[in-house]
């Protein structure tokens, strides 16, 4: 066996404390002033991960996981730990159990810029205090299929690299260009906004609303940039951001259905504006 490979037994182990005994809040935080690290799932996730730049720490997984994919993501990054055990005792350790049994601790890159993501995009989304890691995923997952050039996160959305953001997403969040808009200067329409209309964006909120245009309104789709705004489940969008925006949009229900889940909402609104 290859020296990098580490058989375990141990679940105190301290090289393991970062699958056993940290939430993913504490991975964000865990290098502070220096960037954290998150934890990815599946060969697919960590092959997008790797494809994207991410750089691996250490990998853990089932014994029988370590297929000729699994070998070759290793041989990517020779210098990874890799810790192997039963099923039963990885579960004991994670808490959960394993998507085809392989997980990745890799540490983060920092955050683009704002108008370095969007100068150049025709559309983006953007998601509003959307707190579910599973919607942020499936979000993700339909910016990739549907055209999406990149997607902005108000500061309170889930992270996009949680772990089941990223594996829901199929690892997309590795593909499709995002970016949090800055926690530091307040409310992200205050400057947000004004940025996206001076790189020429129109703001389209996904909303019901007495004043709503249907998302097949031809004005939409001669629009030259357009963002689509989709809000947090349940409550939607902020009063304020859609007062701010240039167009409401919603998108027409029958059987007494008044609205989608976010998720959901976001496939529809990408297929037919992003066309």
Known sequence: ??????????LNSPELSIYANRNESQLFHINEPDLGIFIAE????????????????????????????VEALINRWKSARVYLGEMEVLEQITGFKL????????????????????????R????????????????????????????????????P????????SMGTVFQVPWTFFPKEEGPWQIKGMDLLHELGFKMAAMALDNRAISIGDDRLAKEEKLAIILGTEG???????????????????SHGVDSLNVAAASAVAFWELCK
Not at 100 to 118: D, F, I, N, T, W
Not at 161 to 166: D, E, S, T
């Open 1 to 10: 066996m290859d020296n990098n490979y580490i058989e375990i037994n141990d």
């Open 42 to 69: 599946s060969p697919n996730v960590i092959e997008r991960a790797l494809d994207a730049g991410y750089e691996p720490i250490s990998f853990l997984m089932e014994k029988t996981s370590v297929d000729n994919k």
């Open 99 to 122: 998507t085809r049994g392989v997980l990745c601790a890799m540490k983060r890159k920092e955050y683009p810029e704002v108008k370095s993501l969007c100068e150049d995009a025709k």
């Open 124 to 159: 983006i989304a953007i998601l509003e205090n959307v707190v579910n890691p599973t919607n942020v995923g499936a979000i993700f997952r339909s910016a990739a299929a549907l055209n999406v050039d990149a997607v902005l996160l108000s500061p309170a959305c889930s992270d």
């Open 161 to 168: 690299l949680y772990r089941r953001a990223a594996r829901v």
């Open 235 to 253: 409550e939607g969008l902020c009063e304020d951001t859609i007062s701010k925006c240039d167009y409401t949009v919603m998108i027409p229900m």
